[in-house]
């Protein structure tokens, strides 16, 4: 469990530019009272909110350091405190010294994250916010940091609030007539009270389908390839990354050890894992790698059955399916450009054939594959979601569930809403425990 930090009322400090060398580097503080610390470092007061030269000072008074000073003073800045931002050169050991000297007028290393969360706790953002910081900084495509953009600027809370909202008055009209059961139903269907848990129902799945997007764009899809050897596993991982990642041989088992790699499709990535063909073997190192094979099948998202298109799903391909786990699967008839087939997709849309040698069918795999993901093009309503949001959108499409069959016992179903509405507080932060914070906001990069 993440450890809190020592105080909030300690005045912190930390390099928020990334580690190495750069033109412009910033140290960055954060406390109630930074009078003594500015007047120490840069030899005067500042105008704040205003960009001015200065010089870094040490103890001495000799200049560390020369560039910009910005001073926001508290409540106006991103944590809510008085916040100093020393813009100067991007050296590591420039920065270090004016970090030290910071340290030297009374502040602390700052924790990881711990700029995010005086801002959180200040009610500058809400929780969501604060991590849509972390994956904007940790995006890895344009759609990601998109999505990320959105949840950071509020969008994904407000469609929170407003649910939240919305059952707040729900729950006010369903515990008003708690004082007078003869006519309870009545009033409620006067309300329009079950009209108003089906517009909030449909609102929840509407968020939580463009939650499942931006989970998608953060977390990406593990695929799997298994099959016989030789069927062309790390021939297809080397055309969908677009180099030559695998080795390729007309050897049986030239992969022995699971092979992963990581592209993007419509900037959702994908995470392939190539692995040891599935046969019957008396090589010991062989047998490591088809073990681990089904180590990797037991984690995937989506397993990729590669057959030969020349003799299709055969014994060894049915003794193969027969020890998949409840995991979606999409059987790949490989080597078209051999036997003369089309690249297609089957009726039932499961089945696809393709030939890695020369591309043939390769994008409809691609496409069927962001279909099982969920993945849904224009994806520009998602947010960036993690899996706590969504395990809480589900909780609070099951109350909602669970209401809705309690229509006719009130307390009951206003215990229902009132769990639902819990669940989705727990998404901006309304409703969460400090070992969740601590673990939320240790994941962040010093400075942040």
């Known amino acids: 469990m993440a450890r809190l930090p020592p105080s909030h009322n300690d005045v912190i400090a930390a390099v928020a530019t990334a580690p190495g060398r750069g033109g412009i580097g910033v140290v960055r503080v954060s406390g109630a009272d930074l009078g003594a610390l500015i007047s120490g470092i840069v030899g005067r007061s500042l105008k704040p909110r205003q960009a001015s030269y200065a010089r870094f000072l040490d103890a001495a008074g000799d200049p560390l350091d020369e560039g910009i000073a910005l001073f926001f003073p508290a409540p106006h800045s991103f944590t809510g405190e008085s916040v100093l931002e020393l813009q100067g ?6 920065l270090q010294l004016i970090l030290e000297r910071c340290l030297e007028l009374g502040a602390r290393p700052a924790a990881p994250g711990e700029f995010s969360r005086r801002a959180f706790l200040n009610d500058k953002i809400d929780l969501a916010q604060a991590e849509s910081i972390a994956d904007l900084i940790d995006a890895q495509s344009r759609e990601a940091a998109r999505s990320a953009v959105r949840s950071l600027s509020g969008e994904f809370s407000r469609r929170i609030h407003t649910l939240v909202e919305g059952l707040i008055h729900l729950r006010m009209l ?8 003869e006519e309870e139903l009545d009033f409620l269907e006067k309300a329009d009270a079950f009209g108003q848990l089906d517009r909030i129902e449909a609102h929840l799945i509407q968020v939580l389908s463009q939650a499942r997007q931006g989970a998608l764009l953060r977390e990406g899809l593990n695929v799997v390839l298994i099959g016989q050897p ?19 041989t007309e050897y049986a088992g030239t992969t022995r050890d699971a092979l992963r790699e990581a592209i993007q499709i419509e900037g959702v990535p994908l995470h392939i894992t190539d692995t040891a063909g599935l046969r019957d073997t008396d090589d010991p190192v062989e047998k490591i790698g088809i073990a681990r094979t089904w180590e990797a099948v037991a984690r995937t998202d989506v397993a990729l059955l590669l057959t030969d298109a020349a003799h299709g799903v055969g014994d060894n391909e049915r003794a193969i399916l027969a020890r998949l786990p409840d995991t979606p699967m999409l059987t790949v008839h490989n080597k078209i450009d051999v036997v003369d087939e089309t690249a297609r997709l089957s009726e039932n849309r499961m089945e696809v054939w393709l030939s890695a040698k020369t591309g043939a069918g390769v994008d409809l795999l691609k496409r069927r594959l962001l279909e099982l993901a969920g993945w849904q093009a224009a994806g520009e309503g998602s947010y960036m979601a993690r899996k706590r949001h969504l395990v809480a959108l589900h909780t609070a499409r099951e109350h909602l569930a669970s209401a809705r069959c309690q229509a006719r016992q009130l307390e009951l179903f206003a215990e229902e809403l009132r769990l639902a509405q819990e669940a989705l507080g727990e998404i901006t932060g ?5 070992d969740l914070l601590g673990e939320i ?3 962040f990069c010093i400075g942040k």
Do not use: M, W
């Open 430 to 434: 309304e409703f969460s425990a400090d």
């Open 174 to 181: 369903v515990e008003a007539t708690l004082d007078f059961p």
């Open 441 to 443: 906001f240790s994941r």
């Open 89 to 94: 050169h991007g050296g590591p050991q420039v």
């Open 230 to 248: 030789n069927v062309g596993k790390s021939s297809l991982l080397n055309r969908l990354a677009g180099f030559e990642a695998a080795i390729v």
